[in-house]
């Protein structure tokens, strides 16, 4: 069976707020992206829920990137290598090869 894995998108300012109302958590799996913009551009942080009902501040950190209004498509940093396979197996595991950024 396939994992399904939810993807939440807020302002970092929100998420904060909502976790000061003790909300703004992740269930084991999902994924909270948090988008702070100012005047230098937009930072990008997502953050993975280990177990359930776990605060967005203390998810793993998956990915960050930063993109300036001089470069909109946000990438500023090397791109990720996604690898598919025909078919999912039972239970996947998501894994990160740092040496190849893969």
Known sequence: MPTRIALRTDTLANWNTAIGNSLGTLKKGEVGVALE???AGTAVIGRLGVVDDQPWSSGAVVMTGFATPANV????????IYET????????VLSWDASASK
């Open 37 to 39: 913009t100012g005047a």
């Open 73 to 80: 498509s946000g990438e500023s940093y090397a791109p990720v």
């Open 85 to 92: 396979q025909q078919s999912i197996a039972e239970n996947p």
